[in-house]
């Protein structure tokens, strides 16, 4: 039995539902690659005719053998064609699939005479605003859209056929049959994945100055605002935010000299984008607003020391500025964020490979795989943190359990080494303390602050994103891709 993916499997399922109780039934696989569509539609048809096209002869010959195999050669005629041109008798299903828009868009052009009252039944890859925006201009309207998920992509399969079609508006041809509200979690699920296209475009457009860029993100702003509001997400404001994050961070966790939560901003502004960085830097601000983002996530906070007035003669009282006069919101987690269970530490040590990770505060410990070396520690938290580090340490000691404290965390070697550690990872660590670490016979790693905090950005835009979306705020979370030392 010819085996299909979920993706030509509910192609599959629209085709054989179309050719239900007809007598005689036919249909075209156009673009029919190596034929295993074809095959499996008429094994599961018995009395199904069809006709198997492609402008490939190898992928031809493939289908033949293909058909030949399976007995069922006698019921097919595979020819080499370009789009419809294989069509030489009335058929009651065309299927294309697997191509972009406009390819599927030019076959129906060119072949429009040849469809007659034929089901269509077409899957493309990208840009399905396109050719809705065809169908609707060739007399041909969509009766009906399904989806699938592949290869995790998520695909939606138009079924349509001639009849009076109304052209669609921007906001139609994006949405489909969405455009009065979402009508299935598998719509829903196709709608997400789209938005999560769009959002992954914008980070990689936010720091690009071009109009070309900027067109492109205007657009993407506004496809994702229709997303939103087809799903039927609900406004939500900072304080929600700060709620959030409180909960993905407790604020009780931090340390009482700390300065976490909401430090800048309105608690009742509306809030539909937000950006996590480690740090509040004048590139965060210019990336969030390139991204529209009403809120800035740090790490850091700003504040740390008691401020007597606020201007532009220093770096934070100028930021602090920008941020009201755009309408920025700032909120921190901190301390609160090492020490939450998920948080940076713990993100620490699941970036380093650790298992069996225990600890309390801003402590972890975990277990590295049997047999590494302190050589080998280094050059995987210089990998997979992404900066320099320096060894303090024989290359050849043994390494089994991992303490870390991330960023200034070197006056926990102690705590680290009471829980079992042989080898600490920190971003910064004192002379003197590194050198009794070693007197010791602990090991240590020393990775940078950046590099051992940044990781848990992205960890708390997800866990944010996560909980918007959980109760369905029309909220999309972005992760700063800037470094504050242009590394």
């Known amino acids: 039995m010819v085996q299909l993916d979920e993706r030509l499997s509910a192609i599959a399922a629209l085709a054989l539902e179309a050719v239900e109780g007809i007598d005689a039934p036919w249909a075209a696989d156009i673009g029919c690659d190596h034929g295993r569509m074809t095959a499996y539609l008429l094994a599961h048809c018995a009395p199904l005719r069809m006709i198997a096209s492609d402008v490939s002869g190898p992928s031809m010959e493939k289908a033949r053998r293909l058909l030949a195999a399976r007995g069922l050669a ?18 009651d299903v065309i299927i294309i699939a697997g191509m972009g828009a ?55 399969i138009l079924v349509a056929r001639a009849g009076e079609a109304r052209m669609p508006d921007a906001r139609q041809a994006l949405l489909g049959t969405a455009a009065q509200g979402v009508q299935s979690e598998a719509q829903r699920a196709y709608l997400c994945w789209q938005r999560g296209v769009r959002v992954r475009e914008m980070a990689d457009l936010a720091g690009l100055l071009t109009e070309k860029a900027r067109a492109r993100m205007r657009e993407n702003s506004r496809e994702v605002a229709w997303m939103a509001e087809a799903m039927g997400e609900k406004a939500c404001t900072v304080g929600e935010i700060e709620r959030l994050v409180g909960e993905i961070a407790p604020c009780a966790l931090a340390e009482e000299w700390d300065n976490v939560g909401l430090l800048l901003g309105r608690t009742n502004a509306p809030v539909t984008r937000v950006l996590t960085a480690l740090d509040l830097t004048e590139g965060v601000v210019r990336e969030a607003q390139a991204l529209g983002a009403q809120a800035i996530v740090t790490h850091h906070p700003i504040m740390m020391q008691a401020r007597r007035r606020v201007t532009d003669g220093d770096r934070e009282g100028r930021l602090m500025l920008t941020l009201a006069e755009r309408g920025i919101a700032h ?14 530490n713990d993100t620490l040590l699941a970036r380093m490979g650790a298992e069996n990770v225990r600890g309390e505060g801003c402590v972890r410990v975990g277990e590295l795989p049997a047999g590494m070396t302190f050589a080998q520690v280094c050059a995987r938290a210089g ?74 950005c992205e960890v708390m835009a997800n866990a944010l994103q996560n909980a918007c979306d959980a109760l369905k705020y029309n909220v999309t979370v972005f992760c700063s891709k800037g470094n504050p030392f242009g590394r």
């Open 74 to 91: 006698d019921r097919a005629r595979v020819t080499e064609a370009d789009g419809l041109d294989g069509i030489d008798r009335p058929v």
């Open 102 to 156: 406009e390819t599927i868009a030019g076959i129906l052009r060119a072949g429009r005479e040849k469809i007659g009252g034929a089901r269509l039944i077409l899957q493309a890859n990208v840009g399905l605003p396109l050719l809705r925006r065809a169908l609707a201009e060739l007399g041909l309207r969509v009766e009906r859209e399904a989806f699938a998920r592949a290869a995790g992509r998520q695909y939606a």
């Open 331 to 344: 909120i921190a987690a901190h301390t609160n964020f090492d020490s939450a269970p998920g948080g940076v």
């Open 383 to 456: 990998q997979r943190l992404g900066g320099a580090v320096r060894a303090y340490g024989a290359p050849d000691t043994p390494v089994a359990v991992l303490g870390c404290c991330s960023g200034a965390g070197g006056g926990c070697l102690g705590e680290a080494r009471a829980l079992g550690a042989d080898c600490f990872l920190t971003g910064e660590i004192k002379h003197h303390v590194a050198l009794d670490a070693v007197d010791q016979g602990v090991c240590v790693v020393e990775a940078g602050h950046f590099e051992t905090e940044n990781p848990a």
